[in-house]
């Protein structure tokens, strides 16, 4: 059972549109992170969010936390092809629990 | 800055054999975890560390071991190895918790033939 589900799997878009990945759950999480992974590589961290309703933005990248604190969203503004990747959401049931992943969203950003 | 350091890089076996994966946690890092990430798959989550002692586990097959050495290295020991356990396997560390993120090493990719 998928503790985390991404939406959606896999999205292709152009250079310079918007577009939105979410991140649901039943379950309530003390914490979410967001990664982005490259092929063949380890995730990197882009952003922890652990109040609900807490929004987070790093330059294009936009976080939001739900404010019951069971899902999360990531909104990219003009996309471009440095953000293709695979965006993973992942959380924990406490501090002291190991983070739980979603599927990711694989994003691809053409010219 | 130093990032959490893994070997090999690369791995091929057979089966049956084993195979024993280090990893080198970010300094004063408090917790080290083990994931396994098959193709197209998200990292499930194996086995943790916390100070040297195991602190969570999860779907970890009862062939894998793991410990964490008194420098804060930890090894993940693979025996018996399957074809179905050829996956990317990352060690990552954090301090403080989950709640400070994690900092993933680039992997070790066993091929099991």
């Known amino acids: 059972t998928q503790l985390l589900e991404q939406s959606p799997q896999f999205l292709s878009i152009q250079e310079g549109e918007n577009l939105t990945v979410y991140c649901n759950s039943s379950s309530v999480f003390s914490s979410l992170q967001w990664y982005r992974q490259e092929p063949g590589e380890g995730p990197v961290l882009l952003v922890t969010v652990v109040t609900g309703g807490e929004v987070k933005k790093l330059k294009r990248l936009t976080f939001q936390f739900g404010d019951a604190r069971k899902d999360s969203s990531l909104h990219i503004t003009a996309a471009q092809p440095g953000d293709t990747g695979l965006y993973l959401c992942a959380g924990a049931a406490g501090s002291g629990y190991a983070l739980n992943f979603g599927k990711g969203t694989s994003l691809l950003v053409t010219p | 800055a130093a990032g959490v350091i893994q070997s090999p890089r690369h791995l091929i076996k057979e089966k049956r054999e084993t195979a024993t994966l280090k990893c080198y946690p970010i300094p004063r890092h408090d917790t080290v975890y083990w994931y396994q990430q098959g193709p197209g798959q998200d990292p499930q989550f194996l086995i943790s560390f916390y100070e040297k002692m195991q602190s969570d586990k999860g779907s970890i097959p009862d062939r894998f071991s793991a410990q964490q050495f008194s420098d804060y290295h930890s090894e993940l020991n693979m025996s018996s190895l399957e074809l179905g356990d050829s996956a990317l396997y990352f060690c990552?560390?954090?301090?403080?918790?989950?709640?400070?993120?994690?900092?993933f090493g680039s992997g070790t990719r066993l091929t099991v033939v």
């Open positions: 990552a560390s954090s301090i403080g918790g989950t709640r400070n993120g994690y900092t």
